[in-house]
């Protein structure tokens, strides 16, 4: 019976290993046929995102990053670790003794020589690398979605990774080396992402991952169920049960404001910015802002339904464009809890089902807002998964939904930079890119003082925690030295502690107001979201202009002046969604701007930019009436 038993035993191993060889081969011959402008456009946008994955999740930056040195065909490293250098980032990499591997830190190229196989190797005298919790860059011949990796032969990866299992372990990989399945033996190390130049892959293994899955595949099955019976609603069902929605966010004010309580008392204890407390923060007045903004969006037109560009063509065919929703759009938010209402309704309106990602911030005050919601959907005799909110506010979850395009027809990201540029690079899932605000105010040099004054001073006190808020300051030469004072006093002197606004100005500018600090280039493409604002002074309208477009983020952006000409010439060449004359930016809103509610400020150029309303929520299908027309 032992020997039968090791019998199997030994023919299962030799069917994996000559499954194996064959999949080796299979990518070596896949290598072979790529040609060298091909490996490197490939390796340029893998370089990329690899750089991005490894600064994530690298942390404070203390630990070195365990890379390799690419030979042959293997996904090139070599940009990376330059990459990694110029950001005086510790990294290390592997050397062979024997049957072991050992890392040690380099510090460029020159700290390398031939070793094992040629493949260059640290030189001796080399600091040997001690992290064993670090984040490690590993090569392979392949490898599957959840996880698991055949490397080239050696076993060098699997026995170091099984010595030292805590690291973060990254694969670096062309599209063409993934694979649904792999073999696997005991000794084969998964890997916990898999970063190719189209995708990033996280890898969650076992009954954690398999729930995950099972969970967002659920929220996506209710989501396109809801929406395909909110697509046959007519306007007045679709009202009625967003009144009755308003009106369940008002009965639960006191759950709502118990759940952002806990929010806040957590946030504070993390030590969030006064500026996203802000953003977090709900009162009953906020509350019954959103109910407000569901009500008028009850009066405002559906756009669902409408035909336009109704043409007859030579052949009797009449043809038109009719407006129909999107299906199911999904929208991953931070910490601004009003979002949570106000994308359901502008959704529901146009007869979309919504799945939220909110941050970990403001859970509790989600759920609660959703809760009503749904509460006034079913009081309604509506359906309930119109809006879902994903609970697991895990990172691998939110990357997992990012590529729900089975079920999500558009993916809406609002937050800060890191999340957006996050959403745009990784998701699968068409994305709607709503971008941060860096709103400049140019003070030209006919500017009216007081004018100019109670603008800025609006812009950037009056809410600091939101996108639309100024942050950075563009003043004409002729009228800086005698506004510059005006300036100090409205924003400093004459506010409440805790609201001064640190001015960070040129040089220039400094002179003239000793108290201002200086300004670094740093300061001029950021978006604050606090009392901190950037003033760069300029010589012409052409040089303010020319400042504004490099620096901006195509969000909002202000002119004051008396000078007609002044005013159209920044009209026509600032390139951004809003363009002000004589008006502070913070009206650059879905309501301001008579849409209601808004789902985010669309930044970039495709389907809708700026406040993005009911419009730009629905697309259109081509409607055809003929009479029995048949093509020749």
Not at 45 to 70: A, F, M
Not at 95 to 121: C, H, K, N
Not at 501 to 519: D, T
Not at 561 to 583: C, G, K, M, P, W
Request: contains cysteine.
């Amino acid at each position: 019976m032992e020997r039968l038993r090791i019998w199997g035993k030994n023919m299962v191993e030799s069917k994996i290993s000559s499954h194996k060889k064959e999949i080796r081969r299979q990518i070596r011959q896949r290598e072979q046929e790529l040609s060298p402008e091909t490996k490197r456009k490939l390796d340029e946008l893998l370089g990329k995102r690899l750089l991005t994955e490894l600064l994530r999740l690298q942390g404070d930056g203390k630990d070195p990053i365990y890379c390799y040195v690419s030979c042959g065909k293997e996904a090139d490293t070599r940009w990376l670790l330059k990459s990694l250098w110029e950001r005086k980032l510790r990294t290390a990499v592997p050397r062979v003794a024997g049957e072991q591997m050992e890392f040690f830190e380099i510090t460029g190229f020159s700290d390398l020589e031939p070793g094992y196989f040629g493949i260059l190797e640290p030189r001796e005298g080399c600091r040997r690398a001690c992290c064993p919790e670090s984040v490690i860059l590993v090569p392979g011949a392949a490898f599957s979605r959840n996880g698991k990796r055949l490397g080239r032969g050696g076993g060098f990866y699997d026995r170091f990774l099984e010595r030292e299992p805590k690291h973060k372990k990254i694969a670096a990989a062309y599209e063409y080396q993934m694979m649904e399945t792999l073999p696997s033996e005991v000794h084969d190390v998964p890997v916990d992402m898999v970063v190719t130049e189209k995708e990033c892959y996280i890898c969650r293994t076992g009954e954690e991952g398999i729930k995950m899955a099972m969970d967002l595949t659920e929220l996506g099955r209710q989501a396109r169920e809801a929406a395909a019976v909110l697509n046959s609603l007519g306007s007045e069902d679709k009202n009625r049960g967003l009144r009755e929605a308003a009106q369940a966010l008002l009965d639960g004010q006191n759950m709502i404001l118990a759940a952002n309580k806990e929010d806040m008392d957590r946030a504070r204890e993390n030590g969030m910015s006064q500026g996203l407390l802000d953003r977090l923060a709900l009162t009953p007045a906020r509350i019954r802002g959103m109910a407000e903004g569901m009500s008028q969006v009850t009066a405002l037109e559906d756009p669902v339904g409408e035909v336009f560009s109704m043409k007859p063509r030579p052949n009797g065919l009449m043809i038109g464009k009719k407006r129909v929703p999107l299906g199911v759009v999904g929208i991953i938010y931070e910490a601004r809890p009003n979002v949570t209402a106000d994308a359901f309704c502008l959704c529901f309106k146009t007869g979309n089902a919504v799945i939220l990602k909110g941050g970990s911030d403001a859970l509790s005050s989600n759920q609660a807002i959703v809760s009503c919601l749904q509460k006034g959907l079913a009081a309604a005799g509506l359906p309930v998964n119109a809006v879902q909110l994903i609970a697991d506010t895990d990172r691998e979850t939110t990357r997992a939904f990012m590529r729900l395009n089975q079920y999500v027809d558009v993916l809406i990201p609002r937050g800060g930079a890191g999340l957006i540029r996050t959403v745009v690079e990784n998701s699968t899932v068409p994305v709607i890119e709503t971008g941060t605000g860096n709103c400049h105010i140019y003070v030209d040099e006919t500017a009216d003082f007081k004018m100019a004054l109670d603008i800025i001073e609006n812009a950037k006190t009056q809410r600091i925690g939101v996108c639309n808020a100024c942050e950075s300051l563009v003043i004409h030469k002729a009228a800086a030295e005698a506004f510059l004072p005006l300036l100090k006093k409205r924003l400093q002197d004459q506010q409440e502690e805790g609201r001064k606004v640190e001015i960070r100005a040129e040089e220039e500018a400094c002179r003239m107001v000793p108290e201002f600090v200086l300004a670094s280039e740093e300061d001029w493409g950021c978006e604050y979201l606090d009392y901190i604002l950037s003033v760069k002074l300029v010589d012409s309208l052409d040089e303010a202009i020319r400042h504004i477009n490099r620096y901006n983020t195509g969000h909002s952006e202000a002119i004051i002046t008396q000078d007609y000409s002044h005013a159209q010439e920044f009209l026509d060449r600032i390139d951004a969604a809003a363009v002000y004359v004589n008006a502070s930016t913070r009206f650059t809103d879905g309501n301001e701007f008579g849409f209601g509610a808004e789902i985010g400020i669309s930044t970039q150029k495709l389907h809708a930019r700026g406040p993005m309303g009911l419009e730009a929520l629905t697309t259109t299908k081509y409607i055809i009436y003929g009479n029995g027309q048949v093509r020749g």
